[in-house]
């Protein structure tokens, strides 16, 4: 054998929080100081490399259906790795699905999404049913008795893997079942009809899409006599038996998947109303508010593990007598890069300070900012992934590394709870039915101090007074125009000069960011670079 030399060290063991500074300052700054030891010990456990090799195994042994069993009687299970478990544990030991629910304080969905924050970074699968549980409590409450059912096992830190009624069971999650093979953007063509029972609903019809099938109950839509509504469906039956959900198959997914993702049918499922009969959709879009923000903050997570295994294996494997990350043109390559990921994790956490506060301005920016956020952070998601992986060379294109599963997984939140379009389309909503949004946007946009950004967001000004407003064609430019804007005001206030300097001339003037590496000339391209490194 040859010896085997210049190859990076594996970046484990590693502290995903103490080694990342822009996601600590974050924390502090947005209200979630008092959560930094939890944070500290739990970014410890997701380093650990039998925490990351956890990942691999989820990823490599997916979940396989069993439909029936061996008499042919109905089963509808899907078997999961030991991997797959042992990651959602850990999930749920730390509350990633309910913590803020549970033990309501300021900062908590802040500290929920910095934890949520490092989770996806190691797996992202997992990751779906914790979203959904945390999403689905403001859902519930608009049926107090299901909440006041099913809340104490939501907000249990156990994770029950056993297959049971759910009153058997110490621990309950919660999926989500909406889109249907017909159309997903546009729910009022759903299909599944719900017919009034005893006291309770029986459900017909499909479902195109519903993830994480052993989840204990599901958020459905279905057409009643009234119109589209709301039902809790669960996967068993107050009498304790299967309740009649058929699932047909497992997709093939390009990514995520270590999670299974379902087409089911149900044929008479019992089925509960949440909310008012005929509200459905307003009713479920409140769970959906909650899981555009984790979108927002897996992609960033995703953003963020990408870049610091390329920043840590620049430093490390040497080019043409240099260690690659002093090479200049791939100091850019990776100071472009951080300043992605630096925007993206300041909005996702500033964007998560409004879950915690509930003033006019909360209000505003959770409805507005929060599509605005899902656009154009998920976008960028792929390219920065991509162009991470370059930064290893070969090696980032081979599954023993993490960057191909990165890759796979980096569309996903895009297509996932309202495609970009849909996104964009609800920020010009939001922004026309929201009294007093835009004054408000534009307060969060700074004083006007700043002349840079001063003179883009009078360029934006422009443009929203102008027809774009009302022109859905303009949508993403004039969503992308106001995120940039939003996180150029971020980083000016909080980030280091050199980080706010190269954002505002690369993003707000010229084509940064839509090739990394084009950073002019006279940025502190190394410090912005070095700010990305994890320490191992
Ligand atoms: C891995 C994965 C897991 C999922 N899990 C779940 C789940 O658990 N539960 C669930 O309910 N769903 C789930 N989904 C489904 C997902 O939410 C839908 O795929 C998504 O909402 C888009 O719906 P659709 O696929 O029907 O596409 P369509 O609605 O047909 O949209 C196709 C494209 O058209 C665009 N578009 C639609 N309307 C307009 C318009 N007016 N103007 C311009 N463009 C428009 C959209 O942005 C999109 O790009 C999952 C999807 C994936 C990939």
């Not at 107050?238 to 198959?249: C, D, H, M, T, V």
């Not at 949440?274 to 997570?301: A, F, H, K, Q, W």
């Not at 360029?459 to 939003?486: H, T």
């Amino acid at each position: 054998m040859f010896e085997v030399q210049n190859q990076p060290p594996p970046l484990e063991p590693y502290n995903l929080f103490s080694s990342d500074i822009v996601l600590r300052e974050a924390v502090e700054r947005e209200g979630a100081g008092w959560a930094k030891a939890a944070l500290v010990a739990f970014g410890a456990t997701l380093g650990k490399p039998e925490t990351i090799q956890l990942g691999f195994d989820a990823n490599k042994f997916t979940p396989q259906l069993r439909t029936l069993d061996r008499y042919g009687h109905r089963l509808d299970e899907v078997d999961f790795h030991p991997s797959w478990h042992e990651l959602l544990r850990i999930a749920l030991k730390e509350g990633l699905h309910s913590s803020p629910w549970a033990d309501p304080k300021p900062g908590a969905h802040v500290a929920r999404a910095a934890g949520t924050f490092m989770l996806g970074q190691i797996e992202s699968g997992v990751y779906c049913p914790v979203a959904m549980t945390y999403g689905s409590v403001p859902t519930l409450r608009h049926a107090p008795a299901i909440a006041k059912e099913w809340q104490p096992r939501i907000f249990s830190r156990e994770y029950d893997r056993r297959f049971l009624p759910s009153h058997l069971k110490t621990a309950a999650l919660i999926g989500m079942g909406m889109t249907e093979n017909q159309g997903g953007s546009d729910l009022r063509t759903n299909t599944t009809r719900a017919e009034r029972g005893d006291g309770a609903f029986r459900l017909h019809g499909h479902k195109w899409f519903m993830s994480a099938p052993m989840c204990d109950a599901f958020l459905v839509l279905a057409q009643s006599s009234k119109g589209l509504s709301c039902f809790l469906m669960p996967r068993w039956t107050s009498e304790g038996e299967r309740n009649a959900i058929q699932i047909l198959r497992l997709k093939d997914k390009l990514g995520n998947r270590s999670n299974a993702s379902s087409e089911v049918e149900f044929h008479g499922a019992h089925a509960q109303l949440v909310g008012e009969e005929g509200r459905g959709i307003p009713t479920i879009i409140e769970m959906g508010n909650y899981t555009r923000l984790d979108c927002c903050i897996g992609s960033s997570g995703l953003m963020r593990q990408a870049v610091a295994q390329a920043v840590h294996h620049a430093r490390h494997r040497t080019v043409f007598q240099k260690k690659l990350i002093d090479q200049p043109l791939m100091t850019n390559v990776l100071a472009d890069l951080a300043l992605e990921v630096e925007a993206a994790t300041a909005l996702t956490m500033r964007l998560a300070r409004a879950y915690d506060e509930n003033d006019e301005a909360a209000q505003v920016i959770r409805r507005v900012v929060t599509p605005a956020a899902k656009f154009w952070i998920c976008k960028r998601t792929p390219f920065v992934t991509y162009e991470a992986m370059e930064v290893l060379g070969g090696s980032g294109y081979i599954e023993e590394s993490i960057m191909p599963r990165l890759y796979r997984e980096a569309p996903v939140n895009s297509i996932w709870e309202g495609s970009g379009n849909i996104m964009c389309l609800d920020v010009f909503r939001a922004i026309e039915r929201t009294p007093n949004a835009v004054d408000i946007l534009w307060r969060e946009l700074g004083d006007g101090k700043d002349a840079r950004l001063k003179a883009f967001v009078d360029g934006l000004n422009k443009r929203v007074a102008a027809r774009d407003r009302n022109d859905e064609s303009q949508a993403r430019v004039l969503v992308r125009e106001f995120v940039l804007a939003l996180q150029a005001a971020l980083l000016i206030n909080h980030a280091p000069p050199a980080v706010a300097d190269a954002f505002c001339a690369s993003r707000l003037d010229g084509e940064g960011g839509s090739v990394f590496g084009l950073l002019p000339r006279g940025v502190d391209l190394l410090s912005i670079a070095d700010r990305a490194a994890p320490a191992s």
